[in-house]
């Protein structure tokens, strides 16, 4: 297994932005698919965006226009570049790693990932 270490979060307010990190122990093979996921005090865990071996994407549709999920093989970093902030993305941000393919619906349930870290929106 690959690990990973987020970083970025932090608190801002609505309509703001942050760009989350997530730097990975080795280099990431072309087996891996990379992701995001979110987990909010007493709300179900939500995947948030894929991307797959081939650089295709796949977002939440309470994150499409707004999120951008990106990685950079070479400094085995992934990234997600969130825009117009909402409170209700308010969550603890978790990047992950499993297995190509690799659904919105698996992140977080299987696969490796961090410790998360927190982005708080306030409006």
């Known amino acids: 297994q690959v690990g990973l270490t987020e970083s970025g979060g932090g608190s801002v307010q609505a309509g703001g932005s942050l760009r989350l990190s997530c730097a990975a122990s080795r280099y990431i093979s072309r087996i891996y698919c990379m992701g995001w996921f979110r987990q909010a005090p007493g709300k179900e865990r939500e995947g948030v965006a894929v991307i797959n071996s081939d650089a295709s994407t796949t977002y939440a549709d309470s994150v499409k226009g707004r999120f951008t999920i990106s990685q950079d093989n070479a400094k085995k970093t992934l990234y997600l570049q969130m825009n117009s902030l909402k409170p209700e993305d308010t969550a603890m941000y978790y990047c992950?790693?499993?297995?190509?393919?690799?659904?919105?619906?698996?992140?977080?349930?299987?696969?490796?990932w961090g410790q998360g870290t927190q982005v708080t929106v306030s409006s």
């Open positions: 992950t790693a499993d297995f190509c393919p690799t659904t919105i619906q698996r992140l977080g349930v299987y696969g490796s």
